[in-house]
């Protein structure tokens, strides 16, 4: 399968500050990125949509000021949260899709695990 | 109501054991079905693709019925390394995003 890559995989911020996670896709273009966010024992849970070189699609609840995306090539995707709180400590993880035909087909970075202290 | 629902578990088993787990799915207009497996701490892995017909990977069987809305996956034989949480995967026609069960836990002990 295809290779996606997270980097850091891991972080510890302190309140206030902004972090920026980068997603890329090593061996294929991806044409959409999604970001998804998941707490303890919970779902994964979409944050985001994006499609290189147009703005972000985000889910009901996720406030786009706060997690700021950009997915300027069709290798790289970068979430930004800005101003992090402890609240905002989770597990954050990229996935790609790409032009296999397989539209469904996602391939997951490793995750992020972001803790605000 | 939960899009996709399974239960939590845990399911603790023996080595060799046959399990199984269930799903349901609240949208009619879900398209494509996955089981994924998530080891702790680590992101997700497609296990395989559910298919009305039923399908086989090895141990593995996954069933969907569309008309009660449900999907399965049976694990034969299980081995310790089969130890994950178990997702239920679903997408929209017309959508390519995944919606995900909460998962279920399997713990193989020797």
């Known amino acids: 399968g295809a290779v996606v890559s997270q980097h850091p995989s891991r972080v510890i911020c302190k309140s206030g500050t902004s972090v920026k996670i980068e997603c890329r896709s090593l061996?294929?273009?991806?044409?959409?990125m999604f970001w998804y966010r998941q707490f303890p024992k919970k779902s994964l849970m979409l944050m985001a949509t994006s499609n290189e070189g147009s703005k972000a699609t985000y889910e009901q609840g996720v406030e786009k000021d706060k997690f700021l995306i950009n997915h300027a090539s069709l290798t790289l995707s970068t979430l930004t949260v800005t101003s992090a709180h402890p609240e905002d400590s989770s597990f954050y993880i990229c996935s790609a899709s790409g032009t296999s035909g397989r539209g469904y087909e996602q391939y997951f970075g490793p995750g992020t695990r972001l803790t605000v202290t | 109501r939960k899009e996709v629902e399974q239960d939590p578990g845990p399911f603790n088993v023996p080595e060799g054991a046959t399990v199984a787990f269930n799903c349901t799915y609240s949208n009619s207009a879900s398209q494509s079905f996955f089981w994924y497996r998530q080891d702790c701490r680590k992101e997700p892995k497609l296990l395989m693709s559910v298919y009305s017909s039923g399908n086989e990977d090895g141990r593995f069987t996954a069933q969907l019925n569309r008309a009660s809305q449900y999907i399965s996956l049976l694990i034969r034989d299980s081995k310790l390394s089969d130890s994950a949480t178990y997702l239920c995967v679903v997408t929209q026609r017309g959508y390519n995003k995944l919606i995900f069960g909460a998962g279920t836990r399997l713990a193989v002990h020797p």
């Open positions: 061996d294929f273009q991806a044409t959409t």
